[in-house]
C-alpha cells in the first residue's frame, strides 16, 4: 500500500505540475487570440477548472511533504508523550474533517451533475466540483499514513533549533 502511495505522489505531482503549465498556456493563448481579433472565451473557463484540480492536488502533495503551515511554539513547549497524543487527536481531527469533505463534495458533485460550467455546453460543473472530493479523499489516505508513523514512532523529544 505505501509503494502505490508513493507512485501516486509522483502522478499526483506530474498531474498538477502539468496542469498549471497548461492554465498559462490557455491563458496566454487567450490573451493573444484577443490581441488578434479572436478571442477564445473558453481558455479563461478551462483554466480556471485547472486550477481547481491542481490547487487539491497540490494541497494533498503539501501534506506529504509536511509543508503546509504550522504554528508549534506551544506544542514544543509540552512533554513527549503530551505532544504525541495532542499529535494523534490532530490526526484523528484531520481525517474526521477530510471525511466529512469527502462525503458533502461527492455530494456536491452529484447535485450539481446536470449544470454547465461556465456556460461551456457539454461540460458539467460536476468535473470540476469532483476536485474536492477526490483532493480530499488523497489527503485523507495521506492522513492515515502519517497517524499510522506517529502512533508507531511513539513519544519523541522536541527538537531544538540551532
Same mark, same amino acid.
Given at each position: 500500500?505505501? +509503494? ?17 503549465? @497548461?492554465?498559462?498556456? @490557455?491563458?496566454?493563448?487567450? !490573451? ?8 477564445? =472565451?473558453?481558455? !479563461?473557463?478551462?483554466? #480556471? ?8 492536488? +497540490? ?6 511533504? =509536511? ?46 451533475? =446536470?449544470? #454547465?460550467?461556465?456556460?461551456?455546453? =457539454? ?5 470540476? #466540483?469532483?476536485?474536492?472530493?477526490? !483532493? ?5 489516505? #495521506? ?20
Amino acid at each position: 500500500m505505501r +509503494s502505490f502511495h508513493r507512485h501516486l505522489g509522483r502522478a499526483e505531482a506530474v498531474i498538477a505540475g502539468s496542469f498549471l503549465v @497548461l492554465m498559462v498556456v @490557455l491563458i496566454f493563448a487567450g !490573451g493573444v487570440g484577443r490581441l488578434m481579433g479572436y478571442p477564445l =472565451n473558453w481558455s !479563461g473557463d478551462i483554466a #480556471t477548472a485547472l486550477f481547481a484540480w491542481a490547487c487539491f492536488l +497540490s494541497a494533498d502533495i503539501a501534506w506529504r511533504h =509536511n509543508a503546509l503551515m504550522s504554528v508549534d511554539l506551544l506544542v514544543d513547549r509540552l512533554a513527549p508523550s503530551a505532544r504525541h497524543f495532542l499529535g494523534i487527536a490532530k490526526h484523528l481531527i484531520v481525517l474526521a474533517f477530510l471525511g466529512f469533505i469527502v462525503v458533502a463534495g461527492l455530494w456536491l458533485a452529484w447535485i450539481s451533475r =446536470n449544470r #454547465t460550467f461556465q456556460g461551456l455546453p =457539454n461540460v458539467s460543473y460536476s468535473i470540476v #466540483t469532483l476536485s474536492l472530493p477526490v !483532493g480530499c479523499a488523497l489527503m485523507f489516505l #495521506t492522513s492515515v499514513f502519517k497517524l499510522v508513523d506517529h502512533v508507531k514512532a511513539g513519544p519523541q523529544p522536541a527538537a531544538v533549533e540551532p
